[in-house]
């Protein structure tokens, strides 16, 4: 079935740098993926839909300068928490949809997620 | 936007079965899904229904779908240590985003 490779999985940084979160899938080609945060006990929040070759659709309340979004291939998507915070610290999960057709194509495949705490 | 609301614990013996319910808002999701995820990882594709189904059964997976009530079922049957998680419902709406529910954390009674 699809596969989608997220980097890394567990990340320390200090306050007031950046971190860049990779996210790819490794057999199929996705022109979409999603990028959601979840804090600890609670659901899936969607920040924003990355676009291949195009600008990030961010969701309301979410700031275009601290998450940098880049899809610059059919394979990779890179959110970048710019100059991150306390507050920042999370769980991030990138998404893809496999538009291959088969019966698992018609689901979005999770990333394993990245850990982020900024201390 | 919609609203998906689950219940936030269920605790099951061990080889009983497992039922965990969704309820939602936007009765134009076309599909609807059921994750799971384990402490400290991404979510797993468990199931999918499409809007028009009633019923869908997989393995030990059973969906059931109420339209009508806007209402979304998953029974995991002989349930087992391993089945231990968190579950989220989601719908698929026309805009191509999905919509979770607020996860139902399954403890396994042994």
């Known amino acids: 079935g699809a596969v989608v490779s997220q980097h890394p999985s567990r990340v320390i940084c200090k306050s007031g740098t950046s971190v860049k979160i990779e996210c790819r899938s490794l057999?199929?080609?996705?022109?979409?993926m999603f990028w959601y945060r979840q804090f600890p006990k609670q659901s899936l929040m969607l920040m924003a839909t990355?676009?291949?070759?195009?600008?990030?659709t961010y969701e309301q309340g979410v700031e275009k300068d601290k998450f940098l979004i880049n899809h610059a291939s059919l394979t990779l998507s890179t959110l970048t928490v710019t100059s991150a915070h306390p507050e920042d610290s999370s769980f991030y999960i990138c998404s893809a949809r496999d538009f291959q057709g088969t019966a698992w194509g018609y689901g979005y495949t999770f990333g394993s997620g990245t850990r982020l705490t900024v201390v | 936007g919609e609203d998906v609301e689950q219940s936030l614990f269920l605790s099951v013996r061990e080889g009983d079965s497992s039922v965990i319910n969704c309820t939602y808002t936007?009765?134009?999701?076309?599909?609807l899904y059921w994750y799971k995820q384990e402490p400290g990882a991404g979510l797993q594709l468990l199931t999918y229904i499409f809007s028009n189904m009633d019923m869908k059964q997989d393995q030990r997976l059973t969906v059931l779908l109420n339209k009508k009530d806007k209402h979304l079922s998953l029974r995991i049957a002989d349930t087992q240590t391993g089945d231990s998680a968190i579950y989220f419902c989601a719908g698929l709406s026309g805009n191509e985003k999905l919509t979770f529910g607020t996860g139902t954390r399954l403890t396994i009674i042994p």
């Open positions: 990355s676009n291949e070759g195009s600008k990030a």
């Open positions: 057999d199929f080609q996705a022109t979409t």
């Open positions: 936007d009765s134009s999701s076309t599909y």
